[in-house]
């Protein structure tokens, strides 16, 4: 008996992973309208990711987007009103659009959540330091990182400086072909033989992450002291104004497509400036007035734990919640806001992993999600899922719209992750986890699909229509 029924489970389990494995890529299954407007809204994306390196320009970016169709940044409650669209910034690092709906937002929303800060390298306070007449920037890792990556790669320097008397100054500086790149170097295989007994996550050490910055001394200067002299002349700040600065390194690559087809974008920060965009793109289409107020948060400090007073733990969404909900109320207090969170319903979308093929024994097939197959729902399992009505409300909607859609879920024990969703489910919030799955999730160029940016693209507007 014990025979036949593992039999039995070895049979179903066969099926089923037929099954799952069978599913036909989106590819496959688009109209030609489909995939035109697929590559087409890939070429969109692309313009924006090109420019938005870290959450302080990709604010810029999103600001630029929103005021260009017909958003206004809130001064007061008498901006809201029906059919208004509105922007909420928040220290030039998280945004909040809104397109104020027909019902009083305590009776409904539908809000979409993302994060736009990446993984990369941040500049130390006390930051260059002359080795061999080299000068080199101290550095400090942002996220979870796999270090070696980042060496041997052009990388650009982006940021902003804030002096003493109130002024700040943008910094940019590697982007274009005319400037200059930094470059973190390897040990050559020549004279690394007592390099390499190290494990493959140290391969790089946390304090071996250091860019070279300037090679040329002064007539009567170090290196170090005529680097400093050239900040100050070209770039207008010195040695203690790193103090007050917010200076990062991230790869100097232009998106790019993979694959003789084209049918994949490679890109620095997909994670999760894709989801970021597709939720901006898909707000600023909203043209006529919703029933129910649409909201998209754009939240920064997502890859150390959504921090500070940007990240997704801060007031920030209750006090734009507030605002509104104030605006539409003869007799405002905190229960009206309350009710607001409470009848909310929020995506909260990030990118995740996906069937890596050259690594597929990383991912349970069966609940994977695979590059091609579309809008992935995540299911962590452990209490971290969404209950299962929104869920099954969320699979009737993409039905409805034949949007191909999936699962996400990691092997049992081998890692995985969450994203920003349970700080808004602690604030009483309907929140499900989605997103699309990317390969090299983490790494200084990961890949995507442009059919499932599009299908992503497709599920957004459908939840901003949701009844």
Same mark, same amino acid.
């Given at each position: 008996?014990?025979?036949? !029924? ?15 494995? !069978? ?28 420019? =938005?390196?870290?959450?302080?320009? !990709? ?20 901006? &809201? *009103?029906?059919?208004? *669209? ?28 993302? /994060? ?7 500049? *130390? ?42 002024? /700040?100054? @943008? ?15 390897? =040990? ?65 690559? *232009?998106?790019? @497509? ?56 801060? +007031? ?26 409470? #009848?909310?319903?929020?995506?909260? =979308? ?9 690594? %597929? ?10 590059? #091609? ?17 929104? &869920? ?11 949007? %191909? ?22 604030? #009483? ?10 390969? +090299? ?6 890949? =995507? ?19």
């Amino acid at each position: 008996m014990k025979t036949l !029924s593992y039999i039995v489970l070895f049979v179903v389990s066969a099926l089923l992973l037929q099954a799952q494995g !069978s599913k036909k890529s989106v590819w496959q299954t688009a109209t030609p309208t489909e995939k035109k407007n697929a590559l087409a809204f890939a070429e969109e994306y692309r313009s924006y990711i090109s420019k =938005a390196k870290t959450e302080l320009t !990709s604010t810029k970016e999103v600001i630029e987007i929103a005021e260009k169709n017909g958003f206004r940044e809130f001064t007061s409650i008498r901006d &809201i *009103k029906p059919g208004a *669209k509105v922007y909420f910034n928040n220290r030039n690092r998280a945004i909040i659009l809104a397109v104020i709906g027909k019902n009083n937002i305590a009776d409904g929303s539908r809000l979409i959540a993302t /994060h736009h800060d990446s993984p990369r390298i941040d500049i *130390k306070a006390h930051a260059a330091y002359e080795s061999n007449g080299l000068v080199l920037f101290k550095t400090i890792y942002y996220g979870g990182i796999k270090k070696y990556q980042w060496a041997n790669l052009p990388l650009l320097l982006t940021g902003r400086v804030d002096l003493k008397d109130g002024k /700040h100054i @943008d910094i940019n500086i590697g982007d274009n072909d005319d400037e200059p790149i930094f470059v973190i170097p390897d =040990a050559a295989p020549h004279v690394d033989s007592p390099l390499r007994e190290r494990k493959y996550t140290g391969v790089f050490e946390g304090e071996e992450l250091h860019p070279l910055v300037a090679s040329v001394p002064g007539d009567s200067t170090s290196v170090l002291k005529e680097m400093y002299k050239r900040l100050q002349a070209e770039y207008g700040f010195g040695e203690d104004d790193f103090v007050s600065a917010e200076l990062s390194l991230v790869p100097a690559l *232009k998106p790019r @497509d993979v694959g003789f087809d084209k049918g994949l974008l490679a890109a620095y920060g997909h994670d999760d400036k894709l989801c970021s965009f597709v939720a901006v793109s898909s707000i600023t289409a909203v043209n006529s007035t919703p029933d129910n107020t649409v909201l998209a948060y754009l939240t920064d400090n997502e890859e150390t734990g959504s921090i500070n007073n940007t990240g997704a733990q801060s +007031s920030f969404l209750s006090y734009c919640y507030a605002q509104i909900a104030e605006a539409q109320s003869t007799q405002f207090n905190d229960n009206v806001t309350r009710k607001a969170l409470r #009848n909310a319903l929020v995506i909260s =979308a990030d990118v995740n992993d996906g069937i890596n093929p050259i690594f %597929p024994g990383l991912s349970e097939s069966m609940n994977a999600a695979r590059v #091609n197959n579309g809008v992935a729902i995540k299911l962590y399992g452990r209490s971290f899922n969404a209950n299962s009505e929104m &869920i099954a409300r969320f699979r009737s909607m993409l039905d409805d719209n034949n949007i %191909p859609w999936q699962t996400a879920s990691y092997k049992v024990e081998s890692g995985g992750g969450g994203t920003i969703g349970g700080f808004m489910s602690k604030e #009483n919030m309907e929140v499900i986890d989605i997103g699309i799955p990317i390969l +090299s999730m983490h790494s200084t160029y990961e890949v =995507a699909s442009k059919m499932d940016i599009w299908c992503l693209r497709r599920a957004m507007t459908a939840f901003y229509q949701l009844k």
